[in-house]
């Protein structure tokens, strides 16, 4: 089957249609026009299929929105990204060299364009050089394409820049996303403190690591009124922070990673550095705490992909590079995650849709008629093994090795162009 141009009329049929955002999720066909969602349940007028999608036994879906991930090989890790249903994603800004100047934010932008996959929105960095001393060019970054501003990991020691920094970006209205640990509290960690880094004779990285660096963010956003996002917490005391300032009217999101949803300390094993993750896997009931939130809604949902190669891998735990793949894994993680939660599967894929879209501001995570025909067909049913055969990404680096995992996608679309399966 030939992919589709942005001209061509697309009937998707026979499929169950979930649209979060909409309040949709019943039988109903899609119609797509010139790259955009032109009715939902019966045709509009003139509409003539040039191309017809049978989601017989799928789930049809926005696109999947990716609140990080980290661009090893542009393009594999974007076939990657549409082969696991994602259309749209967030490149934090500790690349190699890191996004604080505009030129590389537009090379980065138009190289993605060409590549016509999965579109690609990058996080500026916050300083310059990521360094955490002097403030980056926020404003010619957002002008080249940038959305928010990160340190990414990169810590900020001297909290008078990091409020400059909230000053700033809340004059212009520009989104701070944080990643919450304390890098003195955290210093030469690898592992949660507790039972099992004890064990095993590893570093710790205590919670208070995580709730000190959440409390100064908060501070710090409601003095200027900055827009903060929390980016991958891991504790049950970091989400209560986090809520706790929601009911008190700070602008504060926040995200878990898929990872983080379904792992805990005890996954570590016997030294498995494939489980090194920054933060660290935590306790288990760190990690029901935030399955909790994920399901309230408190917390959007992100891949947190983190290609590693072997060698950054085959090392001793504490040695090895921290981070997983998981940009195939998103979806069936979050299937995985909603049946085990008895989760409505429309309230699973909120959270890895439009939830992140706004987190992001940006016109995704939705099949509004009218809105970019940014889809997912998938068939949650439909078994496969994680192995490195199996993963388009450049890194096979994971903890679900060999695990079975239903929910499989079937077609991609970005822009009403096919650009994965059909």
Known sequence: MRSATNGTQIHIRNGRLIDPQNGIDGRHDLYIVDGRIAAVGSAPAGFAAEQTIDAAGCVVCPGLVDLSTRLGGLESELEAAVAGGITALACPPDTNPPLDEPGLVERLVRRSETLGLARVFPIGALTQQLAGEKLAEMSGLARAGCIAFSQAKHPIVDTQVLLRAMQYAATFGYAIRLQPQDSQLARDGVAHDGEVASRLGLTGIPVCAETVAIATALQLARETGARLHLARLSSAAGIALVREAKRGGVAVSCDVAIHHLHLSEMDIGFFDSNARFDPPLRAASDRDALRAAAAEGLAAVCSDHTPVDADGKQLPFG?????????????????????????????????????????????????GVGAAADVCVFNPEE????????????????????????????????GGRVVFGG
């Open 319 to 367: 040695e090895a590079l921290p981070g997983a793949t998981a940009l195939e894994l998103m979806l069936p993680l979050t299937l995985k995650w909603a049946s085990e939660a008895k989760l409505p599967l429309a309230a699973a894929l909120a959270r890895v849709t439009c939830d992140p879209a706004a987190i992001l501001g940006i016109a995704a995570g939705t099949l």
């Open 383 to 414: 078994p496969w093994r994680v192995t490195p055969e199996t993963l388009r990404s450049r890194g096979k680096n994971t903890p679900f090795l060999g695990w079975e995992m239903a929910g499989k996608v079937r077609a991609t679309l970005v």
